[in-house]
């Protein structure tokens, strides 16, 4: 198995889209397909690149007021996969399950809508699901795939892009998804730490 991926295919939804720009300039400049949701797909075609709709691979709308968009096997699936199983390759052709090597997720701001005074109604709307299970997902796949899971990430992976014709090594992912894990941890920690304060 080589250490070395190239990036194809590249989920991105992302709640702050600043800095996001030049990744995708190299992404699209190294034939790299883009998959993306609401919001963040109107940016990427405003930007001048193809994107293909999320719904339309899942052939589900969001639903729930946005609570779900990515949660699908043919999401999860493309992410999940394992490269050098036979089984699982004959699986997703099976389903027509298109692996994804890219994913790009940052998290709703829960701390920031807590520190702002909002209601509760409100700060329970910004406890993310659909995000922080794709980058768990990939940070669990990180053989085979890129984990992007924030902002502050977005200068050092556009260099690798610039040096690497869209490939990455296996340290850099496991890099990648070691810094992912350590962001969820945090975000599952303010979660808790909100509930465990204003339990009655």
């Excluded at 701390?111 to 909002?118: I, Q």
């Excluded at 869209?166 to 992912?173: D, I, N, S």
Aim: aromatic share 8%.
């Amino acid at each position: 198995m080589s250490e070395l991926k190239q990036i194809k295919t590249a989920l991105i939804s992302v709640y702050h889209k600043d800095g996001l720009n030049e990744i995708l300039r190299e992404l699209n400049d190294n034939g790299v397909e883009f998959l993306s949701t609401g919001g963040t797909r109107h940016f990427i075609e405003e930007e001048g690149y193809a994107c293909q709709a999320v719904e339309d691979v899942t052939t589900y709308p969001s639903i729930l007021g946005g609570r779900v968009k990515t949660l699908h096997p043919k999401i999860f699936g493309g992410i999940l996969c394992r490269r050098e199983l036979e089984g699982d390759m004959a699986q997703i052709a099976q389903y027509d399950i298109k692996p994804i090597d890219l994913v790009i997720v940052d998290l709703y701001p829960f701390e920031e809508t807590v520190a702002s005074g909002a209601s509760e109604q409100d700060i329970i709307e910004k406890i993310d699901i659909g995000g922080i299970s794709l980058i768990r997902a990939a940070a669990k796949n990180f053989k085979d795939v890129v984990i992007i899971s924030g902002r502050d990430q977005y200068a050092a992976f556009c260099e690798v892009l610039k040096n690497g014709k869209a490939e990455t090594t296996l340290a850099q992912r496991r890099q990648w998804a070691c810094e992912a894990f350590n962001r969820t941890n945090h975000y599952d920690t303010a979660i808790w730490k909100y509930f465990d304060e204003t339990a009655e």
